[in-house]
């Protein structure tokens, strides 16, 4: 039977046995750097497809040399580290994976990140969709504007500008929306709460820059490479303005979590159709077969998990 185990103080143990102290340093001040990794399940494989996980442990990496977290492993041993609990854990489905570096110190009234010792704790949790809506969803321009590098790096993902994401979220979702869409201090389009963003106009496929505080996307990379690859469409990374949205042919959302995601409506305007778009529609399906490890060309994107017979 599938077992719930996380990798935890360097060993991999029971998840209900992972537990750290309330004086833990990360608990109080966020003070953690941490990935989001989908393992799809190939049901003709009889394998977990891990997606694109060096990609993601180099950008955590990164976020942890940000943190001054010092943990002692390198981008391969995380891949390895992740690998080998995913076959031990043994689920035979979607999954999403959660490594996670920490100030472990369990000290409070110290702000000084140099003087706190760092862990390294990772969690494998079964996962479907993740944006609760059949079709193209329905988004709201946040109130809260996206968070700039010059308050959190905003580029890898520091556990505390989560909460920057989540008043977004919630708000979006509590006034009838399925997520909410971001704007930097200047009132360019930055992503949504938990996504990179795309804009397409007259065939030409558009995104903000890094430099509009969005997150480094894994999946924003995928969807650029499939869209010039297989689609042979121009990307051009611009800064946007909120109204070209209302008047783009499309709009669509990508993320680890959200995989490519269409947006219909911005706040309360139509985009397009209001439905999907043909070429949204062409880099989702394209995307959602690469990533469970069925298209030969991008097999080096996804590390096959042979799992553990029970
Ligand atoms: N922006 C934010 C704020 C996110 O949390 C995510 C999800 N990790 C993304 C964009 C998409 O990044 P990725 O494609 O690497 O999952």
């Not at 080998?84 to 959660?98: F, Q, T």
């Not at 969709?129 to 079709?135: Q, S, T």
């Not at 905003?154 to 009838?176: D, F, M, Q, W």
């Amino acid at each position: 039977m599938p077992e719930a185990l996380a990798f935890f103080r360097g060993n991999v143990v029971p998840l209900a046995d992972a537990k750290v102290n309330v004086m833990t340093h990360a608990m109080h001040y966020g003070t953690a750097v941490f990935e989001g990794i989908r393992g799809n399940w190939n049901e003709d494989h009889g394998k977990i497809m891990i997606f694109r996980m060096r990609e993601h442990y180099v950008r955590f990496l990164q976020g942890c040399r940000m943190m001054m977290l010092d943990i002692p492993y390198s981008a391969d041993d995380l891949c390895e580290i992740t690998t080998d609990l995913v076959a031990k854990c043994g689920y035979r489905e979607d999954l999403y994976i959660r490594p996670l570096a920490y100030k472990s110190a369990e000290r409070v009234a110290n702000l000084k990140l140099h003087e706190l010792a760092s862990d390294f704790t990772l969690i494998v949790n079964p996962f479907g969709a993740y944006i609760d809506a059949e079709g193209a969803i329905r988004c709201c321009t946040s109130s809260w504007r996206r968070i700039d590098d010059t308050i959190i790096p905003p580029r890898v993902k520091i556990s505390g500008h989560y909460v920057n994401s989540i008043l977004a979220k919630t708000e979006a979702v509590l006034a009838g929306f399925d997520e909410a869409i971001m704007l930097t201090q200047d009132g360019n389009v930055s992503e949504g709460s938990g996504e990179n963003l795309f804009m397409v106009s007259n065939g030409v496929v558009h995104t903000p820059p890094v430099a509009d505080n969005n997150l480094v996307g894994i999946t924003r990379d995928s969807a650029i490479t499939l869209a010039k690859r297989e689609l042979g469409l121009d990307i051009v990374e611009r800064n946007i303005r909120r109204s070209e949205l209302y008047l783009a042919d499309e709009v669509f959302l990508t993320g680890t979590a959200a995989h490519v995601t269409p947006v219909g409506e911005l706040d309360s305007r139509p985009i397009g159709e209001g439905g999907i778009g043909p070429v949204t529609r062409q880099i989702m399906d394209k995307y959602l077969d690469v990533i469970r490890g069925n298209d030969p060309d991008y097999a080096d994107w996804c590390t096959a998990v042979p799992l553990e017979s029970w």
